[in-house]
């Protein structure tokens, strides 16, 4: 029998899937498709890692190695769902609520200094970061909007600000001393093995990795922050900030870049408040309160220090804040600002975000103003700066007419940054830092001092192949433009732009537009078409394809969730991610409270309409066929109908948005010709439906605005999860009588 497998995630997402699993696997079961799920949620991730300590009847499997293994094989169909990308303080969240279930986990250890202690913390750290991505995705990525949610997106325009020609909002970067400027690269001439290893200025060699299997044609890539260059640049733009009269804020990535960024806003906190390390410094370390997890980390953490310890750090940090320049917040109401978690403020989300209210973020009396976004490494913050220089010139975008940007995007194989987590080392003593062959010779090195952040990472060649050639099918198929977003003056991109310009020969371009540029054009290019209403194929690296699929989205439709996005497997199989999960977090607290969920299912509905067409067009599943072109037509009609979730408690949700799917749906099945013995089963259920629909509304309604107990927040219980998500007893029967019936 077919199978679809549906992961189990985090969130929003995952109470979202308790509401519509069971009805896509009423619909599935009338083509033969069996929806299986698998639990890759940040929980099961860490319950999986202590297997071997915990009893038989709390042992969870090791469901993100065997999807990553099914990722390799022609038979995959995953429908993947947004994961926490977990960050430290989300990881010790974690661990505690597991542990208050009656789970017994060690504790995170941040300053490991016993064997069982480092192998704790080695455990968690497979957990950590965005440890699903790189696993399932075997493939290179294919996302744009379709045209139903574009046609949409003009006829019902999201609010834009306005923008300033005299707006003081900028981007800040590095001049020098970032891993930009650092950049060095080589291509692998034959399979080999390396090893990276720091020669200390004095002492022994120290074997920073020691067995690095690498395979010919591969492009490994070396670089370094200068921690004393970071500082100085921090320095700088907290004054300019605070010269200027804007808000101070910091954009980084730190869940996918899991080492090095925690550490980066570590050095941003340091930097804002000197003087508080200055004289309590090794006070907080010896507490194992480190910077990298941020103010409220600290703050919470003050009774761990003696008591004028801690009221010094305290009053320090409040002088810090009435001393310097005014900080973006998160939460006004609560006093959460930019500094306080490191995964609150994630660079691809955040800087569209404020590009989109006019260059604006929050201050502290909840009012909007004009910001400093510091993005330290300068290697694509320019693509920022270029969008608002323009919008300074040209005012805000209009929805209404303004183009879109599809992405073809290089992840596959752990390709690029995102590869390079266990290879990314903060230095412990002065020395050099080398990638050495089998051979013994030095392929790439630098000079470090102690703290500088060193990372290398890898790009097969495999996936660059099927990155061109998936760039020049799209390019083909949409008869669009397609512009790899490559800077020569980088020495990664050097490289892989002679793969490009060679591979590319290997197919046939006649009559196609296809450009190399850098980024900073690249994006002047896309946005001059896009303010015209013409549409560019962004053809980008992986770290750009994160960014681009956030920053044209939000622009262009006001969130990224509404993207279709597919990663056609190297191997021949599917895996169909959804929408971006960056508001979950707020999304779960209002139905804890209020029991209203304004998740928007949407991507869902998306990506499981292309898993039934990939069952049709590999397997020649006609009946699948049919149930990806009727869903969505009744997409197309759910978009015209506006039965997207509210944000207001007494309004429609996610589970009355799914209501309408499921009517919609059915009636497209009910009136397609393709399939009559199908239509004929599908007329009794979508008549009972529709008479029931007052009635499912009803009670899909009368539930909202009383709180909800779910058992936990990162791993919640199944019994009430699925009474929370399923309150409608009549959409329930009926959902069952589509089953039997099919």
Known sequence: MAKIIYTRTDEAPLLATYSLKPIIEA???????????????????????????????????????????????????????????????????????????????????????????????????????????????????????????????????????????????????MASGDFRDNEKSVVIPADDTLQIRLRPAAGETVVLKEALPVLADEVIDATKMDVAELHKFLKAQIARAKDEGILFSVHLKATMMKVSDPILFGHVIEAFFPEVYAEYGAALAEAGLTSDNGLAAILGGLDDLSADVAAGVKAGIEKGMDEGPSLAMVDSHKGITNLHVPSDVIVDASMPAMIRVGGKMWNKDDATQDALAVIPDSSYAGVYQTVIEDCRVNGAFDPTTMGTVPNVGLMAQKAEEYGSHDKTFEIAQDGVVEIVNSAGEVLLSHNVAAADIWRACQTKDVPV???????????????????????????????????????????????????????????QFSIDRIRQGKDTISVTGNVLRDYNTDLFPILELGTSAKMLSVVPLIAGGGLFETGAGGSAPKHVQQLIEENHLRWDSLGEFLALAESFRHEFNVHGNARAGVLADTLDAATGRFLEENKSPSRKVGEIDNRGSHFFLTLYWAQELAAQTTDEPLAEAIKPVAQALETNAETISAELLEVQGNPVDLGGYYYPEEAKLDSAMRPSSTLNEIISSLSAKV
């Open 27 to 173: 619909f599935a079961t009338s083509a033969g498709v069996e929806v299986e799920t698998r639990d890759i949620s940040l929980a099961a991730r860490v319950l999986a890692q202590f297997t071997d300590r915990l009893p038989a009847d709390q042992q969870v499997p090791d469901s993100l190695s065997e999807l990553g293994e099914l990722a390799k094989t022609p038979e995959a169909n995953i429908i993947k769902l947004p994961n926490i990308s977990a960050s430290v303080p989300q990881l010790k969240a974690t661990i505690a609520e597991l542990q208050s279930q009656g789970y017994e986990l060690p504790d995170y250890p941040d300053e490991p200094a016993t064997d069982d202690e480092r192998d704790a913390k080695a455990r968690y750290d497979k957990a950590k970061g965005s440890a699903v991505n790189p696993v399932l995705r075997e493939g290179n990525s294919d996302r744009r909007a379709p045209q139903a949610v574009k046609n949409f997106a003009k006829a019902h325009p999201h609010s834009m600000g306005d923008w300033s020609s005299d707006s003081k909002t900028n981007v800040a970067t």
């Open 465 to 523: 192949r099927d990155w061109v050639k998936l760039a020049v099918t799209r390019a083909r198929l949409s008869e669009t433009p397609a512009v790899f977003w490559l800077d020569e003056t980088r020495a990664h991109d050097r490289n892989l732009k002679a793969k490009v310009e060679e591979y590319l020969g290997d197919h046939d371009t006649e009559g196609l537009d296809i450009q190399i540029m850098n980024p900073v054009e690249a994006t």
